[in-house]
């Protein structure tokens, strides 16, 4: 059996490498001290998010070193590969929140059928890009598990940018409606609805990259050839920044500073809601009928 052989179709950057898990590790503290001092518990598939970007890029860092160790190798991409779909789920989590606070009314579905929809699917992604990932970074000369491997992975991303893509649609129409009707509540939430439009893009811009690299390997070659696949540039610059600036984004805008506590969450099932203006002409004309 041919030894395990780590990066052969690039040589790889140890400073990169080094300033990533440096800049995610600043970031996980920063995340945890502000949860641990805010005493919210809400943000915690963030801080995962985080913590796996960290250690992925440790290990990564690592495997530079010791690239025949094929298993610090396979973690560290998988660790890489799954975390934007935990840094998702954060958005999920913090989205439902925002439509509580301000109205579920305004919402297409309930906020609190929000998280185990949309979670529900990134734990099906989360379990399809790990297992896919594994199987890719673990397997050589197979040139079959190879291809069964990249349709794993990138179904999984698939799934993530559908489901996303369909997450980013109902906020919009969220955001649309409550801004109309009610202005002053969304105002008080508006810095979290851009941290949201700005880390969502940059979400779905990893994600469309992966996926792409994935799609387009050549494993007829050996070692396997595909652009984005065999450079190093765009791994930094379409995963590792995009992600960086995603989670950095909410050091900045936190959200316990826009949403409120648990215990001031008013039971939404007893909210009335004003109705949007286009809702509010079609019962009046009802009532001329």
Known sequence: MPKYQAFKQYEPSQAAAIIFAVLFGILLAAHTWQSARAKIYYLWALILATA???AGYILREYTIHHRTEKTPSVIGQV????????LAAALYMVVGRIMTQVGAGYSIIRPSWITPIFVGFDILSIGMQALGAAMLFNTDDNLDKLKKARSILTIGLMIQIIAFAIFLVLTGWFDRRATKASPRKMVTVRML????Y????LIMIR???RAIEFITVDFNSRPPRGYFFNVEWA??????LPIAIATGVYNVIFPAKYLQGDEEYPDTKNVEVPLSSFEGDRLKGGNHA
Do not use: R
Request: proline letters at 4%; charged letters at 5%.
């Open 79 to 86: 660790f890489i590969i799954v975390a934007p779909v935990c």
């Open 235 to 240: 791994y930094y610059v379409l995963d590792a």
């Open 198 to 201: 700005i880390t969502g893009a």
């Open 207 to 209: 994600s469309i990259y």
């Open 52 to 54: 796996l970007e960290c």
């Open 193 to 196: 609805m851009i941290a949201f």
